[in-house]
């Protein structure tokens, strides 16, 4: 029963650069090889999952990301998070994985087994690098801020050096990442097509719902943001 | 800039039962103790971020789960994979850690630095049983399917005993848990609120669209199938 989001189906099967961790593996025919989709995963993510060892277990943890695909040979993905937090001081020294994951559908088959589930998933692996420049540490924010919401750096005040110093940013190159994805619809044994059994696939996605406009503020909504909430589909 | 995706701030904060990797870190207020919650991010969840070591690496990979809270003490999460899944062979003989994550807002402030985001985010470790026993293991593979798409393991072919050959189910115990949530507006400092720059909340939200029944099917779509696409709020 290889749901997609299966831990089976879902192993790395598409190396970018291949290495034993990103070696090819099952389900070669979802395996999409072209960087390009790793760009456009990552792209249309909005979080991904950072996983850390801290001790003897993996810790993973949901978080903001931003990517600049100039930065660096094959493009740098950015992280950020409180100087303090365990995950940050801990990544520098380590191999991270970082996995960004678009829920696209839910494959109802005939068979139990053949329920899946459309998703396009992307795995990066890499020894973070801790970003010291001040320049590229404002970037990097500002890159995280604007994956979120285009343009918004320019429409805030940017971090100040109190605010810097307690923020940490690590830069991840995409060099080691694989992507996988599944679409369509469901595929039964021939031997199940004939059974009573109703087959299909309930689309998913996440949507925006109208801009909140805060308590404390009396301005209009501005482009950046509705532009942002319509990208995501909210009702305008 | 501690947006709430951020590693720091979605740091584990709630143990619901204290352990040194579940103890109680930064960001107090935002924590909630009660396993009820725990439960509700566990049920409206689809899909969990499994993390595993392989080698001297973490591994990341979105899975389909599914909760028995009546069984153990605590209850129970499954997964389930193919035999053949590294992660899968691996999990078994190691400290886990499963996490889900509702991503309910985009939080736009002021400054850069209090962007945010509403989410309700569980995570989960322990060394999960891999499940022998052949009802337990169907049950298992049953409350995964049926978690997706409630009544569903009653409206297809059950797993063969070949099928059940090729799929390894895992049992969690939900004892080792903790739960964090951001809800509300924009939180800026006193002296940043006379700024100029809009600040609110762009809400987000997993939707369905309506279900597409397969090519080779011409049965209408059954109650069950609409029932849950509906509750994701499904055009209908």
Redesign the interface.
Known sequence: ???S????????TTPLQPT??TSL??SKERAATEREVLHEVLREG??C?????????????????GIDLDRGVDGTLY??????????VA?PE??????V?H?DG?V??????H?S?N?R?A?I?GVPRLVTDPDEKLHG??V??DH??PG??H??????RK?LAK??VLALSLTEASVKTRAG??N?DPE??A???????????????????????D????AH?RT??NL?G?PS
Do not use: K
Not at 5 to 12: E, L, W, Y
Not at 79 to 88: E, M
Not at 94 to 99: G, K, N
């Open positions: 029963m290889p749901l989001g299966d831990a089976g189906s879902m192993t790395i034993d961790r593996r099952r909005m979080f999952h950072l996983g850390v060892i801290l001790g003897d277990a993996p810790l993973v943890l949901p978080t903001a990301y992280l950020h998070g409180s100087v303090a937090a365990r995950s940050v990544a380590q191999t991270i994985c970082v996995t994951t829920a839910l109802l088959a005939r068979s139990a087994f329920h589930v998703y998933s795995v692996f924010l500002n995280i801020v979120l919401v918004r750096s429409a805030t005040r940017p971090p100040n605010e923020t940490s619809e469901a039964d199940d097509l059974l009573p059994y109703w087959t299909g696939v309930i689309p998913l996605r996440t949507v925006a719902g109208e801009p909140v406009t805060n308590s404390d503020c301005l209009l909504t501005p943001i942002r909430a995501l909210a």
